[in-house]
């Protein structure tokens, strides 16, 4: 659905921005594998600098990922807006950026590194959340709906895939909680802390 001020916006030559957040909640002792994964892509992003190509690559890898675990799928949300001006994306960006980094046990700590032996002996979160949030030119309706629906929220994280090998993406972060293997995520953290997720 298009207002009259995209319209405008787009015959004045103006690239339409789209931030927007996604939230998928996993559930059971199998998902803890998906730490490894999100890890591996945190720390690949903070040895690459932030290059948008790396954080592409662990983007597509985690969708992938997230799709194969869609059976442990329990509860998604999502959020975003359009802009017609590269600022005030770039504010959102931030905005949902610093959310993110703020939630329950959501930043991963690369300087603590433990033996194998020891992350064996670690207790398994049954709760993970997942939190992606991009940047992207044009429009992309499998984003730009409401996600809390397993059809819908797989299409999405399809969408998020073919965005990064389209070249669209101008922006992409990804959080997550626990963020390390032996934190905890209970069913009332998650309660207090992730209040718009919608079961699925």
Known sequence: MSSWRDRFNKLSGKTRLVVCRLFVHLSGTEVAPLLGVLNRAARDAVESDGDLGVLGEGLVDICQNLLQYNTYWQSAANEGDVFW???????????????SAQRYLSEPDFNGCSSE????????????????????EGEVPE????????????????????????????????????AQFGDQLTDEQLLVNFPELIPL
């Open 85 to 99: 001006d590269e600022g005030e994306a770039g504010d959102f960006v931030s905005e949902l950026f610093t959310d």
């Open 117 to 136: 032996n020891e992350a064996l002996s670690l207790p398994v979160t049954r709760n993970l959340i997942v939190m992606i949030t991009v940047a992207f």
């Open 143 to 178: 984003l730009e709906t409401n996600l809390a629906d397993i059809e819908a929220l797989e299409e999405g994280l399809k969408a998020l895939i073919n965005l990064h090998y389209q070249g669209r993406l101008r922006a992409i972060q990804v959080h997550f909680s626990p």
